[in-house]
């Protein structure tokens, strides 16, 4: 079996090299070897529009990554905005978010749906995992 021999207080992007030459490298919090895929992470905004009196129900933001795949699993997490200033607006609403219209090396739709309506601009963070 390959052994390594890791330094003790390693900083983010330190490499190790195990005895049979495979390569890991320090991300700041595990070490990952070099030969793997690492996620992506951004930021998109959906915009309902619309103000708090008048409200919408669908929003959807194009996010461009070179990095996509036609198999990727993309993860959403709603985020604060100016107008929605905790995450829970998004679950007070019943936002649900859903990733579509992948295209391999070019990038990806999020959509955004509110059953019973929403405004203004909801913020999520995605993750690329491939």
Do not use: C
């Not at 005895?19 to 951004?42: E, M």
């Not at 930021?43 to 008048?54: I, N």
């Not at 978010?97 to 295209?103: A, H, Q, R």
């Amino acid at each position: 079996m390959p052994s390594i021999d890791y330094p003790s207080s390693p900083t983010a992007g330190q490499t190790a090299t195990y005895s049979n030459g495979n390569v890991v490298i320090w991300d700041g919090s595990a070490w990952r070897s070099t030969t793997a895929t690492l996620p992506t992470y951004g930021t998109a905004s959906l915009d309902f529009g619309f103000t708090a009196s008048q409200e919408g129900d669908i929003a959807t933001a194009s996010v461009l990554s070179t990095y996509t795949k036609s198999k990727s699993i993309i993860v959403i997490n709603s985020l604060t905005s100016s107008n929605h200033l905790t995450v829970e607006d998004s679950l007070i609403e019943d936002v649900k978010f859903e990733v579509s219209d992948k295209t391999e090396g070019v990038g990806f739709t999020i959509y955004a749906y509110a059953p019973q309506g929403t405004w203004g601009i909801y913020n999520v963070e995605y993750k690329i995992i491939n």
